[in-house]
T-cell receptor
Protein backbone atom coordinates (compact mmCIF):
# COMPACT_ATOMS: atom_id res chain seq x y z
CA UNK A 1 0.00 0.00 0.00
CA UNK A 2 1.25 3.49 -0.86
CA UNK A 3 1.41 6.08 1.84
CA UNK A 4 3.39 8.15 4.29
CA UNK A 5 4.89 6.75 7.45
CA UNK A 6 6.15 8.67 10.43
CA UNK A 7 8.03 7.31 13.36
CA UNK A 8 7.89 7.17 16.24
CA UNK A 9 4.25 7.92 17.08
CA UNK A 10 5.19 9.27 20.52
CA UNK A 11 8.54 10.75 21.45
CA UNK A 12 9.85 12.09 24.72
CA UNK A 13 13.00 14.10 25.06
CA UNK A 14 14.81 16.00 27.74
CA UNK A 15 15.43 19.70 27.43
CA UNK A 16 18.64 20.49 25.57
CA UNK A 17 18.60 17.36 23.45
CA UNK A 18 18.25 17.22 19.69
CA UNK A 19 15.76 14.71 18.29
CA UNK A 20 15.05 13.52 14.74
CA UNK A 21 11.58 12.67 13.45
CA UNK A 22 11.33 10.29 10.54
CA UNK A 23 9.12 10.72 7.47
CA UNK A 24 9.06 8.27 4.56
CA UNK A 25 6.74 8.15 1.53
CA UNK A 26 6.38 5.56 -1.24
CA UNK A 27 3.98 7.61 -3.36
CA UNK A 28 6.78 8.85 -5.64
CA UNK A 29 5.82 12.42 -4.75
CA UNK A 30 8.15 15.27 -5.54
CA UNK A 31 7.36 17.59 -2.68
CA UNK A 32 7.38 16.97 1.04
CA UNK A 33 6.40 19.20 3.95
CA UNK A 34 6.69 19.41 7.72
CA UNK A 35 3.99 21.03 9.84
CA UNK A 36 3.67 21.74 13.51
CA UNK A 37 0.29 21.65 15.23
CA UNK A 38 -0.34 23.00 18.72
CA UNK A 39 -3.54 22.22 20.69
CA UNK A 40 -6.55 23.97 19.25
CA UNK A 41 -4.57 25.53 16.45
CA UNK A 42 -4.06 25.05 12.76
CA UNK A 43 -1.06 23.64 10.95
CA UNK A 44 2.02 25.82 10.60
CA UNK A 45 4.65 25.10 7.96
CA UNK A 46 8.18 24.43 9.22
CA UNK A 47 10.09 23.38 6.08
CA UNK A 48 9.30 22.10 2.63
CA UNK A 49 11.20 20.48 -0.20
CA UNK A 50 10.34 20.25 -3.88
CA UNK A 51 13.27 18.12 -5.03
CA UNK A 52 16.13 16.09 -3.63
CA UNK A 53 18.93 18.09 -2.02
CA UNK A 54 16.84 21.25 -1.92
CA UNK A 55 14.53 22.66 0.76
CA UNK A 56 13.08 25.97 1.88
CA UNK A 57 12.12 27.48 5.22
CA UNK A 58 8.47 27.76 6.05
CA UNK A 59 6.85 30.16 8.49
CA UNK A 60 8.39 28.77 11.70
CA UNK A 61 11.77 27.26 10.73
CA UNK A 62 13.79 28.59 13.69
CA UNK A 63 15.11 25.76 15.86
CA UNK A 64 14.49 23.09 13.22
CA UNK A 65 16.59 21.53 10.46
CA UNK A 66 15.85 19.10 7.62
CA UNK A 67 17.58 17.11 4.92
CA UNK A 68 16.38 15.62 1.63
CA UNK A 69 18.99 13.14 0.47
CA UNK A 70 16.44 10.78 -1.06
CA UNK A 71 13.14 11.45 -2.78
CA UNK A 72 11.21 9.27 -0.37
CA UNK A 73 12.70 10.58 2.88
CA UNK A 74 12.46 13.96 4.62
CA UNK A 75 13.63 13.77 8.26
CA UNK A 76 13.11 16.69 10.64
CA UNK A 77 15.51 17.48 13.48
CA UNK A 78 14.20 19.45 16.42
CA UNK A 79 17.24 21.14 17.91
CA UNK A 80 17.85 22.43 21.41
CA UNK A 81 17.43 25.94 19.98
CA UNK A 82 13.68 25.37 19.59
CA UNK A 83 12.24 27.07 22.66
CA UNK A 84 8.91 25.29 22.87
CA UNK A 85 9.13 22.02 20.94
CA UNK A 86 6.25 20.12 22.55
CA UNK A 87 3.70 19.69 19.74
CA UNK A 88 2.17 17.33 17.19
CA UNK A 89 4.34 17.10 14.06
CA UNK A 90 2.84 16.17 10.71
CA UNK A 91 4.63 15.26 7.52
CA UNK A 92 2.91 15.56 4.14
CA UNK A 93 3.70 15.04 0.47
CA UNK A 94 2.23 15.97 -2.88
CA UNK A 95 2.79 15.36 -6.58
CA UNK A 96 3.82 18.58 -8.31
CA UNK A 97 3.89 17.13 -11.82
CA UNK A 98 0.15 17.43 -12.49
CA UNK A 99 -1.03 19.66 -15.32
CA UNK A 100 -4.37 20.53 -13.81
CA UNK A 101 -3.21 22.62 -10.92
CA UNK A 102 -2.34 21.93 -7.27
CA UNK A 103 -2.67 18.37 -6.16
CA UNK A 104 -3.75 16.88 -2.87
CA UNK A 105 -1.40 16.93 0.09
CA UNK A 106 -1.38 13.58 1.83
CA UNK A 107 -0.48 13.44 5.49
CA UNK A 108 1.33 10.91 7.61
CA UNK A 109 -0.06 9.78 11.00
CA UNK A 110 2.04 12.30 12.94
CA UNK A 111 4.54 12.23 15.80
CA UNK A 112 3.64 13.67 19.18
CA UNK A 113 6.76 15.14 20.75
CA UNK A 114 6.87 15.93 24.45
CA UNK A 115 9.79 17.70 26.08
CA UNK A 116 10.23 16.78 29.73
CA UNK B 1 -1.24 35.71 6.64
CA UNK B 2 -3.43 32.71 7.35
CA UNK B 3 -7.04 32.45 6.15
CA UNK B 4 -9.77 33.02 8.73
CA UNK B 5 -12.34 30.33 9.38
CA UNK B 6 -15.79 30.86 10.85
CA UNK B 7 -17.39 29.78 13.01
CA UNK B 8 -14.70 28.58 15.43
CA UNK B 9 -17.00 25.82 16.66
CA UNK B 10 -20.42 24.42 15.87
CA UNK B 11 -22.59 21.85 17.61
CA UNK B 12 -25.23 19.90 15.69
CA UNK B 13 -27.77 17.17 16.15
CA UNK B 14 -27.66 14.31 13.67
CA UNK B 15 -29.43 15.29 10.49
CA UNK B 16 -28.82 19.04 10.81
CA UNK B 17 -26.86 21.11 8.32
CA UNK B 18 -23.77 23.28 8.78
CA UNK B 19 -21.72 25.77 6.79
CA UNK B 20 -18.06 26.52 7.45
CA UNK B 21 -16.44 29.54 5.85
CA UNK B 22 -12.83 30.26 4.94
CA UNK B 23 -11.84 33.84 4.03
CA UNK B 24 -8.56 35.30 2.88
CA UNK B 25 -7.20 38.81 2.40
CA UNK B 26 -5.04 37.51 -0.45
CA UNK B 27 -6.02 36.57 -3.99
CA UNK B 28 -6.45 32.82 -3.86
CA UNK B 29 -5.61 30.24 -6.49
CA UNK B 30 -7.00 27.19 -4.73
CA UNK B 31 -8.73 26.09 -1.54
CA UNK B 32 -8.23 22.65 0.00
CA UNK B 33 -10.55 21.25 2.68
CA UNK B 34 -9.51 18.68 5.27
CA UNK B 35 -11.13 16.99 8.27
CA UNK B 36 -9.06 15.90 11.27
CA UNK B 37 -10.09 13.60 14.08
CA UNK B 38 -8.40 14.10 17.43
CA UNK B 39 -4.82 12.83 17.42
CA UNK B 40 -4.97 11.73 13.79
CA UNK B 41 -3.75 13.07 10.49
CA UNK B 42 -5.93 15.43 8.45
CA UNK B 43 -7.94 13.66 5.77
CA UNK B 44 -8.44 15.31 2.41
CA UNK B 45 -12.00 16.23 1.42
CA UNK B 46 -11.77 18.29 -1.76
CA UNK B 47 -9.90 20.95 -3.76
CA UNK B 48 -11.47 23.99 -5.38
CA UNK B 49 -9.70 26.11 -7.97
CA UNK B 50 -10.34 29.76 -8.74
CA UNK B 51 -13.18 30.17 -11.15
CA UNK B 52 -16.01 29.85 -8.68
CA UNK B 53 -16.63 26.15 -9.20
CA UNK B 54 -18.60 24.11 -6.76
CA UNK B 55 -17.68 20.57 -5.86
CA UNK B 56 -19.17 17.89 -3.75
CA UNK B 57 -19.78 14.28 -3.11
CA UNK B 58 -22.80 12.89 -1.34
CA UNK B 59 -23.64 15.23 1.52
CA UNK B 60 -20.48 17.34 1.65
CA UNK B 61 -19.94 20.06 -0.92
CA UNK B 62 -18.01 23.30 -1.23
CA UNK B 63 -17.93 26.49 -3.22
CA UNK B 64 -15.26 29.09 -4.02
CA UNK B 65 -16.23 32.72 -4.51
CA UNK B 66 -13.27 34.27 -6.28
CA UNK B 67 -14.58 37.83 -5.94
CA UNK B 68 -14.84 37.54 -2.17
CA UNK B 69 -11.77 35.29 -1.79
CA UNK B 70 -13.94 33.01 0.26
CA UNK B 71 -14.75 29.34 0.26
CA UNK B 72 -17.64 27.65 2.04
CA UNK B 73 -17.97 24.01 3.04
CA UNK B 74 -21.53 22.66 3.23
CA UNK B 75 -22.39 19.62 5.34
CA UNK B 76 -25.95 18.44 4.94
CA UNK B 77 -27.87 15.88 6.99
CA UNK B 78 -24.89 15.54 9.32
CA UNK B 79 -23.82 12.18 10.67
CA UNK B 80 -21.90 11.32 13.84
CA UNK B 81 -18.87 10.53 11.68
CA UNK B 82 -18.73 14.16 10.55
CA UNK B 83 -17.43 15.23 13.97
CA UNK B 84 -13.90 16.59 13.92
CA UNK B 85 -11.93 19.71 13.14
CA UNK B 86 -12.24 21.10 9.64
CA UNK B 87 -9.36 23.02 8.10
CA UNK B 88 -9.09 25.01 4.93
CA UNK B 89 -5.70 25.31 3.27
CA UNK B 90 -5.13 27.93 0.60
CA UNK B 91 -2.63 28.65 -2.14
CA UNK B 92 -1.95 31.83 -4.04
CA UNK B 93 -0.70 32.11 -7.60
CA UNK B 94 2.88 32.31 -6.31
CA UNK B 95 2.68 29.52 -3.75
CA UNK B 96 0.70 27.02 -5.77
CA UNK B 97 3.67 25.87 -7.86
CA UNK B 98 5.34 24.71 -4.64
CA UNK B 99 2.14 23.11 -3.41
CA UNK B 100 2.56 25.36 -0.39
CA UNK B 101 -0.63 25.52 1.68
CA UNK B 102 -1.48 28.09 4.34
CA UNK B 103 -4.01 26.69 6.80
CA UNK B 104 -6.80 28.35 8.72
CA UNK B 105 -7.11 27.89 12.47
CA UNK B 106 -9.78 25.22 12.14
CA UNK B 107 -13.49 24.82 12.93
CA UNK B 108 -14.52 22.24 15.53
CA UNK B 109 -17.67 20.41 14.48
CA UNK B 110 -19.48 18.23 17.02
CA UNK B 111 -22.45 16.10 16.01
CA UNK B 112 -24.64 14.66 18.77
CA UNK B 113 -27.16 11.80 18.43
Amino acid sequence: DGGITQSPKYLFRKEGQNVTLSCEQNLNHDAMYWYRQDPGQGLRLIYYSQIVNDFQKGDIAEGYSVSREKKESFPLTVTSAQKNPTAFYLCASTDLSGQGGPDTQYFGPGTRLTVL
Amino acid sequence: QQPVQSPQAVILREGEDAVINCSSSKALYSVHWYRQKHGEAPVFLMILLKGGEQKGHEKISASFNEKKQQSSLYLTASQLSYSGTYFCGTTTASSTSYGKLTFGQGTILTVHP
